[in-house]
């Protein structure tokens, strides 16, 4: 089994910083791409971030190049989201999925955790 959990979320004041952290445990002999997904109530989960299993290359979604900052760390089996310059607009529940390759697209990934809320105030 593949465990993730997400943590660091909360009520944060629009501007300001925060890290995720995901944490991988279970099956961790493996390697996988791991990305970061975001959605607001009722509304589709939506691509956030993605770096490959080496941490070399990443990739992200528009509204968030520039500011977000997807990093890893193997040895802890770890992923971290690192969130600046936070906007009304970034709220949601943020999810992190594990997958064989890196990738924008949902259903690329077949390991999630079960989500941490971001709230923003303005």
């Known amino acids: 089994q593949v465990h993730l959990v997400e943590s660091g979320g909360g009520l944060v004041q629009a501007g300001d910083s925060v890290t995720l952290t995901c944490a991988r445990s279970?099956?961790?002999?493996?390697?996988?791409?791991m990305g970061w997904f975001r959605e607001a109530p009722g509304k589709e989960r939506e691509f956030a971030a993605a770096?490959?299993?080496?941490?070399?290359?990443?990739y992200y979604t528009d509204s968030v190049k520039g500011r977000f900052t997807i990093s890893r760390d193997n040895a802890k089996n770890t992923v971290y989201l690192q969130m600046n310059s936070l906007k009304p607009e970034d709220a949601g529940v943020y999810y992190c999925?594990?997958?064989?390759?890196?990738?924008?697209?949902?259903?690329?990934?077949?390991?999630w955790g079960q989500g941490a809320q971001v709230a923003v105030s303005s």
């Open positions: 999925a594990a997958g064989v390759d890196i990738s924008t697209i949902r259903a690329q990934y077949e390991h």
């Open positions: 279970g099956r961790t002999s493996r390697s996988y791409a």
């Open positions: 770096v490959d299993w080496t941490g070399r290359r990443s």
